[in-house]
C-alpha cells in the first residue's frame, strides 16, 4: 500500500514541477518581448547568464522564479503590483499559485535606490513565482497589470 501511495504522490508532484516550470518559461519569454520591461531573469532562457547551470544542475528546467525589471522603476512597480488580480502579492515563494512581489516598496522599502542597487534589488525589479494556473490567465494577469503603468 504505502509503495502504491508513494507513486501518487511522487507522479502529482512531478506533473506540478512540469507544469509550473512550462509556465515560468512561458511568461519569463512574454516578459521578454513586452515594451513595458527592461530586462528579465529567467535561467530557462537561452539568453540568460544562468542559462548553463540551469541546464547542468536543473536539466534546463529553469525553476519557477521569473525576475524582471519594470519600465518606470519604483513607482510602476508598485502600480504593477496593485493592479496584478490573479498573482497573489506576497514575500514567500514555491507555492502552486501565482505570487508576485516587488521588494522596493515592501522587504527593502527602508533602503534609497543606491541601497537598492548596491543589494541587487534594484527599484525597477519585480519577483515572480510561477504556479500552476492556466498559463493564459497567467500571462492575461501580467498584460493588464503591465498596462495600468503607461
Do not use: C
Not at 530586462?39 to 524582471?68: C, H, I, N, Q
Not at 521588494?103 to 527593502?108: C, D, G, L, Q, Y
Amino acid at each position: 500500500m504505502y509503495k502504491r501511495q508513494l507513486a501518487r504522490y511522487t507522479l502529482a508532484t512531478t506533473y506540478i514541477a512540469i507544469k509550473d516550470y512550462m509556465n515560468a518559461k512561458k511568461a519569463a519569454e512574454y516578459l521578454s518581448d513586452h515594451d513595458l520591461v527592461e530586462w528579465v531573469r529567467f535561467p530557462g532562457l537561452k539568453d540568460d547568464p544562468a542559462y548553463e547551470l540551469s541546464e547542468k544542475y536543473l536539466k534546463g528546467t529553469g525553476g519557477t522564479m521569473v525576475v524582471f525589471g519594470i519600465k518606470g522603476g519604483k513607482d510602476a512597480g508598485q502600480k504593477f503590483i496593485d493592479n496584478l488580480k490573479m498573482f497573489r502579492h506576497v514575500a514567500n515563494v514555491g507555492d502552486t499559485r501565482s505570487l508576485a512581489i516587488h521588494p522596493a516598496t515592501t522587504t527593502h522599502s527602508q533602503l534609497d535606490d543606491d541601497a537598492l542597487v548596491a543589494a541587487g534589488s534594484p527599484p525597477e525589479l519585480i519577483r515572480l513565482s510561477i504556479g500552476i494556473e492556466d498559463i493564459e490567465d497567467i500571462v492575461d494577469d501580467l498584460s493588464q497589470a503591465l498596462d495600468s503603468t503607461k
